[in-house]
């Protein structure tokens, strides 16, 4: 079974600055990787997917991450953030094919003025 | 709207009694999740529909855990003689296929148990 470790529960940032969370996964069959973001009051959306191809995934509001193999990690990144990137964020893992996602226990991005 | 929509958004309810929780997937989608995210903790993996499928039941905490879904659309999650430790977040995600991760997530539900 795959299960997911986000590193940082808690990470807070001045605007502007950049941001990294990080996420390890343990997995002995081919993934799939994604990043989760949860807004206050709101459900989870889709911020970045890792199927296949190259190892730096561009999502939505300026986030990338990198797939890396041989770490077993899948840190998000953003190099300016805004104070409209405050959320919770989840990275979760599926084997290829497979249907049920693992989450991780996420982190809660407070993005201070 | 066009997106999953769950009710009721907010429920308290007393010890032992039962609750059911409702989720309207976006149409058209085959596969149908529920997760419960409490707090300080993931989302855990609670049961799966796809299409006319048997459901992926595995993630049940108990018995007192059901779910059913009826016409391939609407789906209820039932909690019978709810306990304390049930009070959560509910989250019901729909798909338009299996295993390439691209859930769409409801709002939620929560659930408080007095």
């Known amino acids: 079974a795959q299960s997911v470790t986000q590193l940082d529960s808690q990470v807070p940032v001045f605007e502007e600055a950049p941001v990294e969370l990080r996420c390890n996964y343990s997995?002995?069959?081919?993934?799939?990787l994604f990043w989760y973001v949860q807004y206050p009051n709101q459900g989870l959306q889709l911020l970045l997917k890792?199927?296949?191809?190259?190892?730096l995934v561009k999502g939505i509001n300026g986030f990338e991450a990198e797939f890396n193999k041989s770490q077993t990690s899948f840190h998000l990144r953003k190099p300016s953030v805004h104070i409209s990137d405050t959320a919770e964020y989840f990275c979760?893992?599926?084997?290829?094919?497979?249907?049920?996602?693992?989450f991780g226990a996420g982190t809660t991005v407070t993005v201070r003025a | 709207g066009a997106g999953v929509s769950q009710s009721p958004s907010n429920k308290v309810t007393e010890k032992g009694k039962d609750v059911e929780l409702r989720c309207d997937p976006i149409?058209?989608?085959?596969?149908l999740y529920w997760y419960r995210q409490s707090l300080g903790q993931g989302l855990e993996f609670l049961i799966y529909?796809?299409?006319?499928?048997?459901?992926?039941k595995s993630g049940l905490p108990s018995d007192r855990f059901s779910a059913e879904r009826t016409g391939g659309s609407v789906s209820t999650l039932t909690i019978q003689r709810t306990q304390q430790e049930d009070s959560a977040v509910y989250l019901c995600?729909?798909?338009?296929?299996?295993?390439?991760?691209?859930?769409?997530f409801g709002e939620g539900s929560r659930l408080t148990v007095l």
């Open positions: 890792y199927l296949s191809g190259s190892t």
């Open positions: 997995s002995s069959v081919s993934v799939y």
């Open positions: 149409s058209g989608h085959t596969a």
């Open positions: 979760a893992v599926t084997r290829s094919n497979d249907y049920k996602l693992s």
């Open positions: 995600a729909s798909s338009l296929s299996s295993g390439t991760g691209e859930l769409f």
């Open positions: 529909f796809q299409g006319n499928s048997a459901p992926d």
